[in-house]
């Protein structure tokens, strides 16, 4: 069934409650990828692992999203939609489970990478299913609300961990988790209807090895740089090795994993960059602020989380925003704008002392989540322009890959520089001198498209 028949059969009764159901169950998994950022620092001491291994509970999570996002593509035209839903759900649920008895930091991990299969999965699924269900004329605020879960539900999760963990310990991460997604599953077996027709797809387990082996120890690679120079280079060249031959066997399979070949749209390759970039910026930042602050001002892991509560409040305010301007006057003013905030409130941060005021920071990094939503939902919906109906899973799939990934590989290149200098503060000045680079990276291939390719799509 094409896009436009599934929006014209539907009810908008039932896509409102089916709409509701993705936008809450991809919220709740999305906080959970950071969660742990805040709950980092506690864990680190509680458990007696190096700061290197703990952000893995981070770097881990967001690793895997990105890995089995691209399976998500093939689930959604295999299976039948809500077989799909309920049983990524479960996998989220199950994940959840272990991780409210986990004792051990290796058992907590695996908790968080359970909970990371299902997120990879059910993020790429609701967006494919909002775009799909709703008419053409609404994409761009379709896409501005998927945004906005894709944006707010990260930003709130440190916030919403470093309340918590000034009353409860870091279990109850998972403990609060598990009732409303067992509800949200509940109440899904009941409403989710069948609107796809399943097709004969085969789901290449080979490639899915590859790109978990290459993704790895490529991501790896970079946390023993410091230590373990020549061991991480060979990882590197081995993890990169195997990610080429990943992506020449998806241009040379009749059913990809990943349909690579999207790239080579301009205005989807372009647009994809510019995604990856900011939300680079984003999760980088939101992943060295509370250590910074935790760990440098010695400040509780509550305060640490309310630093970024206003950020995360206003990102939301502007994504709804952003999506009905750019469905009015396109992404050029949004982006231009965004960009400028970001480079504005690094100023704080690259600049950054142990004796830089708590206002400061939260303001600072509050005008960068405005930034952020500036140009998120207007990259992301115009990363889809010139993407046929059939090609919406598969551009999504890859779409959010790209964009997961670069965010693990932030995290983990943006933690290793700020351990390079024997002062944390030094380090932390670094990482954000590089967040600067990475967003006038992100102007520039902006202005590249707008040159070239506009006029294409």
């Known amino acids: 069934m094409s ?28 906080a959970s990828q950071t969660m742990m950022i805040t709950a980092v620092p506690v864990i680190q001491h509680t458990m007696h692992v190096e700061l290197n291994s703990a952000q893995w509970l981070t770097t881990g999570y967001t690793l895997l999203v990105g890995i089995v996002t691209p399976l998500s593509s093939n689930l959604y035209e295999k299976y039948k939609n809500r077989t799909v839903f309920l049983t990524t759900l479960g996998t989220f649920i199950a994940g959840t489970i272990l991780g409210c008895f986990a004792q051990s930091f290796i058992v907590l991990l695996l908790a968080r990478c359970i909970q990371a299969l ?26 501005g609300i998927s945004s906005l ?52 797809i085969k789901i290449d387990f080979l490639s899915v090895i590859l790109s978990l082996t ?29 990610l080429v031959i990943f992506v020449r066997r998806q241009l040379k399979l009749k059913q990809p994993m990943l349909k690579v070949d999207l790239f080579k749209k301009p205005s989807f390759r372009l647009l994809t960059l510019v995604g990856m970039l900011v939300f680079m910026v984003l999760l980088g930042t939101e992943q060295l602020l509370p250590i910074f602050t935790v760990n440098v001002l010695g400040i509780s892991s509550m305060a640490s989380g309310l630093i970024l509560l206003p950020g995360a409040v206003l990102n939301a305010l502007f994504a709804v925003f952003v999506g009905r301007y750019y469905d009015r006057h396109g992404p050029k003013l949004l982006i231009f704008l965004g960009v400028f905030l970001i480079l504005a409130a690094s100023i704080p ?13 939260t303001t600072a990094y509050a005008i960068r989540m405005i930034g952020n939503a500036l140009v998120i939902s207007p990259a992301l919906s ?17 779409n959010n890959t790209l964009r997961q990934v670069a965010a693990a590989v932030a995290n983990t ?16 000045r670094l990482a954000m001198w590089v967040t600067v680079c990475l967003t006038i990276l992100l102007l520039v291939l902006f202005v590249i498209y707008l040159k070239r390719f506009k006029k294409e799509v």
Do not use: C
């Open 118 to 143: 299902a997120s990879g999965i059910l993020m790429s699924f609701q967006m494919t299913t909002m775009i799909s269900i709703y008419p053409l004329e609404k994409r761009g605020s379709v896409l």
């Open 149 to 200: 879960i894709v944006a707010f539900g990260p930003a709130i999760g440190p916030t919403f961990a470093g309340v918590l963990l000034n009353y409860l310990n870091w279990h109850y991460l998972f403990y609060l988790v598990l009732p409303i997604m067992v509800i949200i599953w509940i109440l899904g077996f009941f409403i989710f209807p069948n609107y796809t027709t399943p097709q004969d």
């Open 349 to 361: 941060f690259v600049f950054i002392t142990k004796n830089s005021p708590v206002w400061l920071l």
């Open 413 to 428: 290149f943006l933690i290793v520089i700020a351990g390079i200098p024997s002062s944390f503060i030094t380090g932390m």
């Open 382 to 398: 115009e990363t889809f322009v010139n993407i046929l109906p059939n090609e919406i899973s598969h551009a999504t799939a890859l």
């Open 214 to 242: 290459g993704s790895s120890l490529a991501l790896f690679s970079l946390t023993i740089l410091m230590t373990q120079t020549l061991l991480a280079l060979a990882l590197l060249i081995i993890g990169l090795a195997i």
């Open 3 to 30: 896009q436009l028949s599934i929006s014209k059969t539907i009810d908008p009764k039932k896509r409102t409650l089916i709409a509701a159901l993705l936008l809450i169950s991809s919220f709740i998994s999305l």
